[in-house]
């Protein structure tokens, strides 16, 4: 008789006890190990698990946690403690748990048993490395005057000492000291994002900022303009029609309009003798072999993926040292764009029959502050949606947002409520995917072909925490052995025109870049270069002491 779902993951995490505490029977062994085998859903849980006692075993041994006050841990919806053997002999227990990881091993790389489940691929594909050093601190808590504040997110702690994140201040006055030497003083009400230690974004309200030290400056972010502080002083608010004022008090104020270009432009039109690059910033590309080139999607060149594992490209290296620097470090806001040709092999009729199959179209896995965009098909055990959905077929938009953690946005391809159908998606034509995320506004969004096809509002001023030292990959997930170009999530079909912007395209314009490659033409009309020269030569403002200056909230430019 078939054991009921819902004790099935207690009975294995039973036996994982019984297993790292040295117990277990060569029947529970056996046990644990079929229903590992016929249950792949609950491997991931039970490695977790393990990892648990390891890191218990670890503490206990080395003394960093007395025994007497180790905390157990717990099966799902049942509480229980770790039985006192494990804690009294946490040497033995941690190379018993050691074994367990070897076993959760060799049962990833086994054959499917006869009378298993169909699985194709089962977790080991289903890659999420949580294991990521969290951003440094950027500031701490200088005077509160008679304040009231909060920081945004699901359970915020109130602490003197903060990451990236967001505070609303809504009476008195917060002054913070950031690391990097800023001085920030918050008037209520107000909002405001601690981005790094040099960096802050004012969504709404009044600050009054300064710095001693000239030589490392202090950049703000408004709706419309940045503001970088060459250690002066200055007050700057943002009113309700996000409009941005500047008084500058002290020194020098440098502004700078928003730039409306994406930060990379991969179109893949380079000659056959010349090297893959970004059309953009001209950073070089590396190709797997099994990334080939083929006739344009729009222009002369896409990419074809055969589903092999160094079917990819490797987007330079990351050009960060930890989260929250490099390349792809964003915070208020994100647009990932590309056309795609789909060959997803799963079958239309019965998905369930092959799990864990995922198809990226952009991914870069820095842990738990990865961004990725891809097909994916699983029965979603686990991992946190937002909002929650069934499992089977979907395209996902995952991101990490303070306070929130990470998260993802999975649109069903199940043709309900103007989603496409997965037939829809895999039908052998183009199709132009846009995925965004507007920390002014709060909402991530979806869209297919020119029109929002599902979306999710977080509040308004959370901020994404992204970047690092691994590369960004189209059409595969690649990690930390990135040399290799051996990847565990291969695309299948053609990619092209990928475009990363640092901000959210609004609806008009993800449609007007739809009827742009509907007819044939790129984005930008085939006027990149023009835009990009006039941005580069975009003279910035510069204010002195005593100047006043109002912004547009549209343009950036001065209101007179």
Not at 213 to 226: G, H, I, M, Q
Not at 471 to 493: C, K, M, Y
Request: charge should be negative; include cysteine.
């Amino acid at each position: 008789m078939k054991k009921s779902e819902s004790i099935l993951p207690e009975q294995i995490l039973e036996l994982a006890d019984a297993q790292c505490s040295g117990i277990i029977t060569e029947v529970e062994l056996a046990a644990l190990e079929q229903l590992l085998t016929e249950h792949p859903e609950y491997r991931r849980e039970y490695l977790n698990y393990v990892f648990l006692h390891i890191g218990l075993a670890s503490a206990a041994k080395s003394g960093q946690l007395p025994p007497a006050e180790a905390e157990a841990p717990t099966i799902p919806q049942k509480p229980r403690r770790v039985p006192a053997r494990f804690l009294l002999i946490p040497g033995f227990s941690l190379l018993v748990c050691l074994c367990a990881v070897g076993l959760f091993l060799s049962l990833q790389s086994a054959p499917q048993k006869a009378g298993a489940p169909d699985v194709v691929q089962d977790r080991s594909q289903y890659y999420f490395d949580e294991n990521a050093v969290p951003p440094s601190e950027v500031a701490v808590v200088q005077s509160t005057l008679q304040a009231k504040w909060e920081l945004l997110g699901k359970n915020p702690v109130m602490t003197d000492h903060f990451q990236p994140g967001t505070v609303k201040v809504t009476s008195g006055n917060v002054d913070f000291a950031f690391s990097g030497g800023a001085d920030v003083s918050l008037t209520s009400p107000s909002l405001f994002g601690m981005e790094g230690k040099d960096q802050g974004t004012l969504f709404s309200g009044k600050l009054l900022t300064h710095r001693s030290d000239r030589k490392a400056p202090f950049k703000l972010e408004t709706p419309s303009v940045e503001l970088i502080n060459r250690g002066t002083e200055y007050e700057v608010s943002v009113n309700e029609e996000s409009e941005t004022y500047v008084h500058v008090l002290d020194g020098q104020v440098e502004v700078k309009p928003r730039g409306r270009l994406p930060r990379f432009y991969w179109n893949f039109d380079q000659r056959e003798s010349e090297s893959l690059q970004d059309a953009i910033g001209m950073g070089a590309i590396r190709a797997g072999k099994n990334a080939v080139r083929v006739e344009g999607i729009i222009g002369r060149g896409a990419i074809r993926f055969n589903n092999h594992p160094d079917a990819s490209l490797l987007l330079g290296n990351g050009g960060g040292k930890e989260v929250g620097t490099g390349d792809y470090a964003v915070s208020t806001g994100v647009t990932i764009e590309a056309m795609v040709i789909s060959e997803w092999q799963i079958s239309d009729h019965q998905p369930a029959k092959k799990p864990y199959d995922y198809d990226e179209i952009f991914r870069k896995e820095d842990g738990s502050y990865r961004m990725l965009l891809s097909f994916q098909n699983d029965n979603k055990a686990g991992i946190s949606q937002i909002p929650i959905v069934e499992g089977g077929p979907c395209l996902s938009f995952g991101l990490f947002l303070s306070g929130m953690g990470y998260s993802e946005l999975d649109m069903p391809l199940d043709g309900k409520e103007g989603r496409p159908t997965l037939a829809e998606m895999r039908d052998g034509k183009p199709h132009h995917i846009v995925a965004t995320y507007n920390g002014w506004t709060g909402v991530k969004a979806i869209y297919i072909d020119g029109k929002l096809r599902m979306s999710h509002r977080f509040p308004v001023g959370t901020m994404i925490i992204s970047g690092g030292s691994t590369p960004a990959v189209i059409g595969n997930l690649i990690t930390s052995d990135f040399e290799s170009f051996v990847g565990r999530e291969p695309f299948s079909g053609v990619i092209d025109e990928v475009a990363f912007y640092d901000y959210a395209l609004d609806p008009a314009t993800i449609a007007a870049h739809f009827e742009c490659v509907k007819a044939g033409r790129d984005y930008f009309e085939g006027q990149l270069n023009k835009f990009v020269l006039q941005e580069k030569q975009g003279k910035n403002m510069l204010l002195n002491k005593g100047q006043k200056m109002r912004f547009s909230a549209e343009t950036g430019e001065p209101v007179l």
